[in-house]
């Protein structure tokens, strides 16, 4: 399994560029999210999903737009980049049992700065 | 709604010494509580969890928590500490309940242990 997978690793956009953040995973998880890292600040939920087709906002969602049309996939799009979303995002994936599943599997992260 | 406090966000240690890392949380529903590791220029791996049962909870690595409900902690201890442990340390909760809002994470902002020689 190579569980969670990011792409790209690092990205550098222009203010008003847009680009789709793109995350995979192969564990057969319903529920997956979209954090941002900023220093000193832990991780804010962007987005989540619970399953294809269903998607939700999380604490921080302005500027940003998810999709779901596959168990695996969950891509993140910034539609006009700004300064602010200078961050580190990470994907994290679970299995949408409680219990003994409650684990969230996280990707390595894609480092996004816009200038 | 659930939120975590973190209130060292540096911890420095020298080798070989031990170490606490202090998490308190604020919740009106029963909690499930973590903690992940960071290492630098990497995702978050889980530590250990605390669910139900024995308040006294063994991870990876070494590490081990307690689970105190009347102080609403959730602190990480390790006896002895390597150079290898140095990384960035997060507490987070969910509600224990079937809540139907996707099992969401609360984190605290991060606990950056450095260690020593």
């Known amino acids: 399994n190579a569980g969670v997978t990011q792409t790209p690793k690092f990205r550098i956009l222009k203010i008003g560029q847009s680009m789709t953040l793109q995350c995979t995973q192969d564990m057969n998880h319903n529920y997956m999210y979209w954090y941002r890292q900023d220093p000193g600040m832990g991780l804010k939920l962007i987005y989540y999903s619970v399953g294809a087709g269903i998607t939700d906002k999380g604490e921080v969602p302005n500027g940003y737009n998810v999709s779901r049309s596959t168990t695996e996939d969950f891509p993140l799009r910034l539609e006009l980049a700004a300064p602010s979303q200078t961050s580190v995002y990470f994907c994290?994936?679970?299995?949408?049992?409680?219990?003994?599943?409650?684990?969230?599997?996280f990707g390595p992260g894609t480092r996004l700065t816009v200038l | 709604a659930q939120s975590v406090t973190q209130l060292d966000s540096q911890v420095p240690v020298f080798e070989e010494a031990p170490v606490e890392l202090r998490c308190n949380y604020s919740?009106?529903?029963?909690?499930?509580l973590f903690w992940y590791v960071q290492y630098p220029n990497q995702g978050l791996q889980l530590l250990l969890k605390y669910l139900s049962g024995s308040t006294l909870v063994k991870g990876i690595n070494g590490f081990e928590a307690e689970f105190n409900k009347s102080q609403t902690s959730f602190h990480l201890r390790k006896p002895s500490v390597h150079i290898s442990d140095t990384a960035e340390y997060f507490c987070?909760?969910?509600?224990?309940?079937?809540?139907?809002?996707?099992?969401?994470?609360?984190f605290g902002t991060g606990t950056q242990l450095k260690v020593e020689l």
């Open positions: 919740s009106s529903v029963s909690v499930y």
């Open positions: 994290a994936s679970k299995h949408s049992g409680q219990g003994s599943y409650n684990e969230q599997f």
């Open positions: 987070a909760v969910t509600p224990s309940g079937l809540t139907g809002g996707g099992n969401k994470l609360t």
